[in-house]
């Protein structure tokens, strides 16, 4: 089936600096990939949603400069997470669409990101 | 008010229980529900689609209501394995596109 790689899966980073994560589809091409957070004991809420080739679209109240999405290929979406600060701590997933599943997309294993 | 809304749990259920989730949404126009589970600090899985008709897989009976933008899951003979949190998730269409939103979740804990 439908497979996304997400890394790293695990990182810990000093407030102020930039931490990148991948998210991959390996087995498909994925023109459009979403980007989720999720904060302890909350829903996964959706940041934006990335088009390959062009600019990405962020969720009202997420900032797009803070939160950078590069989408260059049909298999590669990377988040950005720029100056980070601890209130940025959180699990981040990504999601690509394939239509070869039931319902169309398939998750990563997730990020879960600590700022210290 | 949320897009999607769930029981708040926790459901603290013996093994071999019957129990039954509760989630609504908002918007008339989304088109497609899932039930997705979660264990912790993993990433989401899908359950199993929910239609209008009821569908049923196994153990699990998902159903949708559309006039009242409700859908249910019922979770028979429960197993400890079936300890989780349970996601209610909806597929939102904007413009050409269609994204997934999530319900909060409802934690499940079956005990022996």
């Known amino acids: 089936g439908a497979v996304v790689s997400q890394h790293p899966s695990r990182v810990i980073c000093k407030s102020g600096t930039s931490v990148k994560i991948e998210c991959r589809s390996l087995d498909f091409q994925a023109t459009t990939m979403f980007w989720y957070r999720q904060f302890p004991k909350q829903s996964l809420m959706l940041m934006a949603t990335s088009n390959e080739g062009s600019k990405a679209t962020y969720e009202q109240g997420v900032e797009k400069d803070k939160f950078l999405i590069n989408h260059a290929s049909l298999t590669l979406s990377t988040l950005t997470v720029t100056s980070a600060h601890p209130e940025d701590s959180s699990f981040y997933i990504c999601s690509a669409r394939d239509r070869g599943t039931i319902n169309g997309y398939t998750f990563g294993s997730g990020t879960r990101l600590t700022v210290v | 008010r949320k897009e999607v809304e769930q029981d708040p749990g926790p459901f603290n259920v013996p093994e071999g229980a019957t129990v039954a989730f509760n989630c609504t949404y908002s918007n008339s126009a989304s088109q497609s529900f899932f039930w997705y589970r979660q264990d912790c600090r993993k990433e989401p899985k899908l359950l199993m689609s929910?239609?209008?008709s009821g569908n049923e897989d196994g153990r699990f009976t998902a159903q949708l209501n559309r006039a009242s933008q409700y859908i249910s899951l019922l979770i028979r003979d429960s197993k400890l394995s079936d300890s989780a949190t349970y996601l209610c998730v909806v597929n939102r269409i904007r413009g050409s596109q269609g994204n997934l939103i999530f319900g909060k979740g409802t934690k499940l804990s079956v005990k022996p």
């Open positions: 929910v239609y209008s």
